[in-house]
């Protein structure tokens, strides 16, 4: 029983630890493949914003208030998955004090906003703000992953481009090398 409640702590404190220290988590909802996310790490619970315009894009992912999800993290040091657990969605309302709370300290992690004077503004009309909050044990963590690989070819994006490396670039990294 110790043992089991020790591991249950343990597992906490790593999910913990991960998500707030990652820069990037990876969700998978009910829907679609994972997605990668920025979040952040609030009162128990990975915190983000999406689906308004501008925004990491959420719908395709099922990700609904009371849905279940799977929360990957890497680890930062390594970049590899560290540890995976599910998670409860919770969706805050725009109205109220755990939004309010949420909002504050997402829009300072929020990189390039072209409204950044009244983003909190467009964010209660146009997104939803998540919570993922950890429910059970770490499904992986070290000493406990999967044997089979996870690796998955990058989903479609009119980001991805096919075209020949330049000529120069050979060159420039060989000079880097010199110094």
């Not at 790593?14 to 952040?40: C, D, F, N, Y």
């Not at 429910?135 to 044997?147: I, K, L, N």
Request: overall charge positive.
């Amino acid at each position: 029983m110790t043992e089991t409640v020790s591991q249950a702590l343990q597992d906490r404190a790593l999910i913990e630890e991960a998500t707030k220290k990652s820069g990037l988590i990876w969700v998978r909802g009910a829907t679609g493949p994972a997605r990668a996310l920025w979040h952040l790490w609030q009162d128990g619970a990975a915190v983000l914003v999406g689906d308004g315009a501008g925004e990491q894009p959420l719908a395709d992912l099922g990700l609904a208030d009371g849905a279940a999800a799977t929360v990957t993290v890497r680890s930062k040091d390594k970049g590899g998955r560290l540890v995976a657990w599910q998670a409860r969605v919770v969706e805050l309302a725009p109205d109220g004090a755990a939004w309010r709370a949420a909002v504050d300290e997402l829009k300072g992690k929020r990189l390039n906003a072209p409204d950044a004077q009244t983003l909190t503004e467009r964010w209660a009309r146009e997104c939803r703000v998540l919570r993922l909050e950890p429910v059970g044990p770490a499904g992986q963590r070290p000493g406990a992953m999967p044997e089979e690989s996870h690796a998955a070819p990058p989903l479609p994006s009119p980001a991805l481009t096919r075209r020949p490396v330049p000529a120069a670039l050979p060159k420039l990294l060989r000079r880097g090398r010199k110094g």
